[in-house]
């Protein structure tokens, strides 16, 4: 078997071990998810534990909780038996991570844990384990077989394990009414939180930056103004100033490819009718959003007249480090 077979064939395993999970979807995960929201509610967090790969996992679950606005924290279970217990409050909700559910460093925490006013939540392959029958609620996360030849590296349970996370996650944010405003705010410095709190008037070029002809102007008079204005297009309006078209460089293209005398041309003849358009008051995300859509360089920016205020240009993106 080719290294590219293998591939494959781990994709198969684990793909096929997702739909197993998927399946044994109950109402544990309801009880789960119901649990967390009011934990939050009342001001309490979600402490992720789990050992190893277990606990690599859970990593990733409290930084995809905590950056969807569900507090949470990791608790290492040996260093938990040392200080830092310290982290947990009565109110607190735990979440394990355990696929046999008999992990010897976990199942030695659980007294000390007990000894909290706290609810257990377990996502574990074993039902009837230690942590199960400990627990207060079960998540099923039992694979077929992992994706290792020897059944024994963690592969397909942990690839389970990090996809139930996440469904965890985006169910309590849906349950808490989570918004794309309130992402932004914990996204701050990247470009996902740049794009959901900049508005398109943040970011659109304006004044002589932004090209605006009237239809009765040539193509070679319009060519002028895209120059000075260094833009690929140029917005078209009518004797009102309501924005009627757009001209680019690649409708000048195309029409001296069909042997038109495109450049005395007026632009009301040859440009391009209902452009597509962005209101200046819209969030940035949505101009990515039909930049990724449409295939164009250059957004039109109307105000609620109708009326071009201004330009997005893709080359622009980058800069604003929005792409």
């Known amino acids: 078997m080719n290294h590219s077979a293998r591939a494959r064939q781990v994709f198969d395993v684990e793909i096929a071990a997702l739909k197993a999970v998927r399946a044994q979807l109950d109402n544990g995960f309801d009880a789960a998810v119901d649990l967390i929201v009011e934990v939050l509610r009342h001001r309490g967090k979600i402490v992720v534990v789990g ?6 996992i859970g990593q990733k679950i409290a930084a995809t909780l905590t950056s969807t606005g569900s507090t949470s924290v990791v608790l290492n279970s040996v260093d938990a038996l040392h200080g830092d217990l310290g982290i ?17 460093e976990l199942l030695t925490l659980l007294p000390a844990l007990k000894r909290f006013s706290v609810k257990i939540i377990a996502v574990t392959g074993s039902s009837k384990s230690t942590l199960a029958r400990a627990s207060d609620i079960v998540i099923h996360a039992r694979v077929p077989k992992e994706a290792c030849p020897f059944n024994l590296a963690p592969t397909s349970s942990t690839t389970a394990m990090l996809v139930m996370g996440d469904a965890l996650a985006m169910a309590v944010l849906e349950a808490r009414g989570f918004r794309k ?20 008037s943040d970011i659109m070029r304006t004044g002589l930056r932004s090209a ?71 969030l940035a995300a949505e101009a990515l959003h039909i930049f990724n859509e449409r295939n164009i360089d250059d957004l039109i920016v109307v105000n609620s007249k109708n009326e071009p205020v201004g330009l997005v240009d893709l080359q622009d993106l980058p800069k604003l480090k929005l792409m």
């Open 51 to 56: 050992i190893g790969k277990s606990g690599n």
């Open 88 to 104: 947990l409050n009565d109110g607190d909700v735990i979440l394990t991570l355990s696929y046999s559910g008999e992990t010897d």
């Open 181 to 200: 405003q309130d992402f932004a705010k914990h996204h701050p410095s990247g470009a996902i939180g740049r794009a959901l709190l900049l508005r398109v």
């Open 212 to 282: 605006v002809v009237s239809q009765t102007l040539t193509v070679k008079q319009a060519l002028l103004v895209m120059t000075r204005a260094k833009s690929g297009s140029v917005s078209v309006v009518n004797a009102r100033g309501k924005l009627v078209g757009v001209f680019t460089d690649g409708d000048l293209r195309r029409h001296m490819a069909d042997g038109d005398h495109v450049l005395d041309q007026p632009l009301a003849k040859v440009m391009t009718r209902h452009p597509i358009t962005i209101r200046e008051d819209a």
